[in-house]
């Protein structure tokens, strides 16, 4: 079992920037992909990024490519998102995930079935 505390969420006005961190307990997290989704009001949770066991390889949702950075620290059992040049569209419950179903993949997936383990999420709130 692995348990995912987020933080770092907050109210940010249009163009600012956030970091999001998540802390991972329980077991460690490095052998396992990790993800960040958000969840808007009324709509379904979607993917943000992820990244791979190593931290070489991450995927991002083309809605904060070039804005967005996931990152990991394996040796503190910490995944971050740097969120830059934020905008309205992206207030949203912010969570991380982590997928421990093929440790040290290469592979990462997109879709929120695949990782069976969330944190409890983070507000974040962009003003216009």
């Known amino acids: 079992q692995v348990q995912l505390v987020e933080s770092g969420g907050g109210l940010v006005q249009a163009g600012g920037s956030l970091r999001l961190s998540c802390a991972a307990s329980g077991r460690t997290f490095s052998p396992y992909v990790m993800g960040w989704f958000r969840q808007a009001p009324g709509k379904e949770r979607e993917f943000v990024a992820a990244i791979n066991w190593s931290g070489r390889i991450s995927y991002y949702a083309d809605s904060v490519k070039g804005r967005f950075t996931i990152s990991r620290d394996n040796a503190k059992n910490m995944l971050y998102l740097q969120m830059n040049n934020l905008k309205p569209e992206d207030t949203a419950v912010y969570y991380c995930?982590?997928?421990?179903?093929?440790?040290?993949?290469?592979?990462?997936?997109?879709?929120?079935?695949?990782?069976?383990?969330w944190g409890q999420g983070t507000q974040v709130t962009v003003s216009s």
């Open positions: 995930a982590a997928d421990p179903k093929t440790l040290f993949s290469d592979t990462v997936y997109t879709t929120p079935p695949r990782y069976d383990y």
